[in-house]
C-alpha cells in the first residue's frame, strides 16, 4: 500500500459523458500526479500539482482539467468521454515540488471504460 | 523533449536465473534522474531503483543493480536469482533535474515472464 488512493476504483460511462476521478496524496506530499495508461500509448503524463497550483502540464486534452484543493486532495475532470479515453488513470504523489530525487508514489488507479 | 526507450517488448527468465532489461534515453541535459518501475498484474507501480545521473556509482537494491552508462545514455536492471514473483511489467523513466516540471517520461515497457 503506497499510502496514495484513488477513487473510484472502476467506472463505466458512455461516449459524451462526464466523469471526475479523485485523489488523495500520502500524508505530507504537496505534488500530485495524473498519468494516463492506455494499451496502445504506454504511460502519458498529464498534469502536476504542487500545493495547490498547476506545475506542469503534458499531453492533457482540453476536454480534461484538474484540480488540487486546499487540503491537498486533486480531481481530474475528464468531459465530453470518446471511446479513446478508456484506460486506466494513476494518481502519483510526491513530497517534492522542485527537482529531486524523491520518489513519486503511486496510487491503485482508476480503470475508465468509456462505452 | 526527453525519450526513453525499451527495446525489449518481451523477456522471459528462468527461476533463480540473471536477467538484463535495457534502457536507453535521448536527453540533453546534464542533471537527471533515472528509475525503474515494476507493475505487477495487480497493476500497482512500484518503485524498484533509481539512479541520480551525477553518481558514478551504480545503484543496487538487494537483487536488483543498474548499470548506468551516462555517456552511452543507457541504463538496464539486472535482476539476479529471479523469483516468481519477479514477473511482471517494468518500466524504466527518466525525471529531468533541471526543470520544474517534475513528471517522469516513462519507456512503453518491457513484459518479463519468469518460468518455473
Known amino acids: 500500500d503506497s499510502g496514495v488512493t484513488q477513487t473510484p476504483k472502476h467506472l463505466i460511462t458512455a461516449t459524451g459523458q462526464r466523469v471526475t476521478l479523485r485523489c488523495s496524496p500520502r500524508?505530507?506530499?504537496?505534488?500530485v500526479y495524473w498519468y494516463q495508461q492506455s494499451l496502445d500509448q504506454g504511460l502519458q503524463f498529464l498534469i502536476q500539482y504542487y500545493n495547490g497550483e498547476e506545475r506542469a502540464k503534458g499531453n492533457i486534452l482540453e476536454r480534461f482539467s484538474a484540480q488540487q484543493f486546499p487540503d491537498l486532495h486533486s480531481e481530474l475532470n475528464l468531459s465530453s468521454l470518446e471511446l479513446g479515453d478508456s484506460a486506466l488513470y494513476f494518481c502519483?504523489?510526491?513530497?517534492?515540488?522542485?527537482?529531486?530525487?524523491?520518489?513519486?508514489?503511486f496510487g491503485p488507479g482508476t480503470r475508465l471504460t468509456v462505452l | 523533449a526527453q525519450t526513453v526507450t525499451q527495446s525489449q517488448p518481451e523477456m522471459s527468465v528462468q527461476e533463480a536465473e540473471t536477467v538484463t532489461l535495457s534502457c536507453t534515453y535521448d536527453?540533453?541535459?546534464?542533471?537527471?534522474?533515472l528509475f525503474w518501475y515494476k507493475q505487477p498484474p495487480s497493476r500497482q507501480m512500484i518503485l524498484v531503483i533509481r539512479q541520480e545521473a551525477y553518481k558514478q556509482q551504480n545503484a543496487t537494491e538487494n537483487r536488483f543493480s543498474v548499470n548506468f552508462q551516462k555517456a552511452a545514455k543507457s541504463f538496464s536492471l539486472k535482476i539476479s536469482d529471479s523469483q516468481l514473483g519477479d514477473a511482471a511489467m517494468y518500466f524504466c523513466?527518466?525525471?529531468?533535474?533541471?526543470?520544474?516540471?517534475?513528471?517522469?517520461?516513462f519507456g512503453p515497457g518491457t513484459r518479463l515472464s519468469v518460468l518455473p
Open positions: 523513466a527518466y525525471r529531468s533535474a533541471e526543470t520544474d516540471g517534475q513528471n517522469f517520461v
Open positions: 500524508s505530507g506530499d504537496l505534488s
Open positions: 536527453t540533453s541535459e546534464s542533471d537527471y534522474y
Open positions: 502519483a504523489s510526491s513530497v517534492a515540488g522542485t527537482a529531486s530525487y524523491n520518489e513519486q508514489f
